[in-house]
């Protein structure tokens, strides 16, 4: 049965909702609508100028409506009289094909008609920063290798602690919090949970850290390489398919190599054959490539792939098999937006399994001091450029993602590789002065 946001304000106390849309670049968007006027909200949903977003809208476009998905409602744990609530984009009636919720839940129908279910977790690093942005927090956490650093995770224990004890009150079973290996930078870790799910609380994780920092002077980023020499932002996604009543994990096979089962080859095997191009979506910023093509960080590795390459329970490979039945993704950055993120995942998947894709030979070496050897695999995209170009030759990929997707996607994100390209570097002025 739907929930009745009315009802539902009456009982909790709840003043306002925020009703909240995800656009291309990751950007959420919201109303806030008093409680009294949510019931004609969640039917016909919040309106919005569409051009004002970047969904590839113009201002002509018809009003652009986000109807609230009652089920996905989340009572502001730091802030009880707000409710925030995802909203899927409508227009005219019909939904708007390219808006990422839309999109992630038309390819988990698709999953769903091939009697699959995707579920994932996700690792979002990132960040306390000094509220300019300029400099991390603690002037005292400086240590070459900060991974794990027990002085340091308390001096932000207010922090974090707040934010973990709001996902045990939200159920979402948190189960670790630490430092993570850049100085300043942290990861907290909560239970994998369908594709849909994951998405919306990665969303609303982030709004949460975000507002958290805030409270107390800070601020949080999940910048890809907000800082040049450390360890990068990354967003590592755990991918397992099930049976549709998710009893039965599709992916685990104790028999085979991994544990990872015939049809949880194939569907890595889509991800593999597609990298080079869901780079554009998993690494979607200009600064994402600072974080895959890094050089060796201060603590000694960037924990960042730079080759198209899987492997067992090694982390210096593109995927990971830490067990059997999942595998992991390490590509994604911390700008990824959360819905595109599952999706293109899913699209890859699928189309792996479609085409029975083979993952190809797997490669145990170290690849931050043997990479160099591997001559069978492509090398990730050196720029975001370089990763829309290969997106656009991916003609498969872009149909499992949709005409309208792939067609907004590439043409904002051309635009926004233009706006950079349009910038006077002082590296430049100093290098090329004197030619
Ligand atoms: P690591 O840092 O070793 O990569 P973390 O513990 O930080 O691992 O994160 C692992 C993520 O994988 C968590 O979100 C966890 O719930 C998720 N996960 C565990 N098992 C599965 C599974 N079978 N399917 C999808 N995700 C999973
Ligand atoms: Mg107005
Ligand atoms: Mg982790
Ligand atoms: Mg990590
Ligand atoms: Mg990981």
Redesign the pocket.
């Known amino acids: 049965m739907t929930l009745d946001l009315s009802q539902y304000a009456s009982e909790n106390g709840v003043k306002y909702f925020m009703i909240s849309f995800t656009d291309l670049f990751g950007g959420q968007r919201a109303k806030l609508v008093p409680a009294e006027a949510i019931a004609d909200m969640q039917e016909n949903g919040a309106g919005f100028a569409g051009f004002a977003t970047w969904l590839d809208l113009t201002p002509a476009h018809p009003d652009l409506f986000a109807v609230p998905d009652p089920s996905s409602v989340i009572q502001l744990p730091w802030k009880k009289d707000v409710a925030w609530v995802a909203a899927d984009c409508v227009m005219e009636d019909k939904p708007v094909e390219q808006a990422p919720r839309v999109l992630l839940k038309k390819l988990i129908a698709e999953a769903a008609g091939k009697g699959l279910r995707v ?5 979002p690093e990132f960040f306390l920063i000094s509220q300019d942005g300029s400099k991390i927090s603690d002037e005292f956490d400086t240590a070459e290798k900060p991974c794990y650093d027990q002085q340091a995770v308390m001096r932000r224990y207010d922090v974090i602690a707040e934010i973990c004890d709001y996902m045990l009150e939200l159920g979402w079973k948190p189960y ?1 919090n630490d430092h993570e290996d850049a100085n300043g930078q942290f ?1 907290m ?4 949970d369908d594709a849909l799910q994951t998405a919306d609380k990665h969303s609303f994780f982030k709004f949460m850290v975000k507002s958290v920092a805030e409270k107390h002077g800070l601020r949080a980023t999940f910048m890809p390489k907000p800082f040049k020499g450390l360890t990068g932002n990354g967003c ?1 996604a ?3 398919v099930w049976d549709t009543d998710g009893k039965v ?1 599709a992916f685990a096979d104790k028999g085979m190599d991994f544990g990872l089962s015939a049809q949880g080859r194939t569907f890595l095997g889509g991800i593999m054959k597609h990298a080079s191009a869901l780079a554009a979506v998993t690494n979607p910023t200009v600064n994402s490539y600072k974080r895959i093509n890094a050089p060796r960080t201060i603590s000694g590795a960037t924990w960042a792939p730079n080759t198209v390459t899987w492997t067992g329970n090694n982390r210096t490979h593109m995927v990971r098999v ?1 067990g059997p ?2 595998f ?1 993704l390490r590509l994604p950055d911390g700008a990824v937006n959360p819905y595109l993120l599952q999706a293109i995942i899913i699209a890859a998947g699928l189309s792996g399994i479609r085409t029975s894709a083979d993952p190809g030979p797997h490669h145990n070496i170290d690849m931050y001091r043997d990479g160099h050897t591997i001559t069978d695999a492509p090398k990730l995209p050196l720029n975001l450029l370089d990763a829309l170009r290969e997106y656009e030759k991916d003609t498969e990929l872009q149909q499992a993602m949709g005409t309208e997707f792939s067609s907004a996607y590439l043409k904002l994100k051309q635009g926004e590789w233009n706006t950079y390209c349009s910038q006077f570097t002082s590296w430049e002025h100093d290098t090329t002065l004197d030619v």
């Open positions: 579920k994932t977790g996700v690792e670790q990861e870790n909560w239970e994998y590592h755990h991918i397992s994990n830490p039945g999942r992991e």
